[in-house]
């Protein structure tokens, strides 16, 4: 596993990431995403988004196609695959219209991190694409591909613009 943290330089691992099918290191990803707050969870259909305010007031946006899930310590607040129960309404029609399990634990989230901006202390890149990014007060979001193929699972950007960076490069 590859990791970098605030303020600690990570090992010379490009060969590595270039093997994974990454082809950037982990320290361009962590670059946008350690000392940022967590913002809020939402969605678009079924591709998860997840939101970090810089303290220059852009913001850093994970957009999740593949299973992910965001725990808090060891309880698991949320996961990709709550996106498929209906919170309330009819089963046929809460995708549509936002009324699942996942929107309905994703406004609580959101609320808590407004509420409480955790800071993003590490970024880590395994292999396959799998990602771990790690937030002040035990809060832990974690994005594991499970597609062989090459579309894309996950990537993170600046809203106001530049490089998109995510897995598999190709598809970003």
């Not at 969870?41 to 810089?54: I, K, Y």
């Not at 694409?129 to 979001?141: E, H, Q, T």
Request: with cysteine; hydrophobic share 40%.
């Amino acid at each position: 596993m590859l990791s970098a943290t605030s303020g600690v330089e990570p090992p010379a691992y490009l060969e590595l990431l270039t093997w994974t099918g990454l082809g950037m290191g982990v320290e361009s990803i962590a670059g946008l995403l350690v000392g940022t707050a967590g913002a809020s969870v939402t969605r678009t259909l079924n591709m998860g988004e997840v939101a970090f305010h810089r303290s220059d007031g852009d913001e850093i946006m994970l957009h999740l196609q593949c299973p992910f899930r965001v725990l808090h310590a060891e309880t698991m607040l949320l996961g990709s695959g709550d996106m498929l129960f209906a919170e309330t309404d009819d089963p046929n029609e809460a995708f549509v219209r936002y009324s699942t399990v996942f929107d309905t634990r994703a406004k609580v989230l959101t609320g808590i991190l407004k509420s409480k901006s955790p800071e993003v202390l590490g970024v880590e890149v395994g292999v396959s694409g799998r990602l771990c990014v790690r937030l002040l007060g035990d809060f832990v979001v974690e994005v594991f591909p499970d597609c062989s193929g090459r579309g894309e699972a996950w990537r993170v950007f600046r809203r106001s613009g530049g490089k998109h960076l995510g897995y598999p490069a190709g598809a970003v």
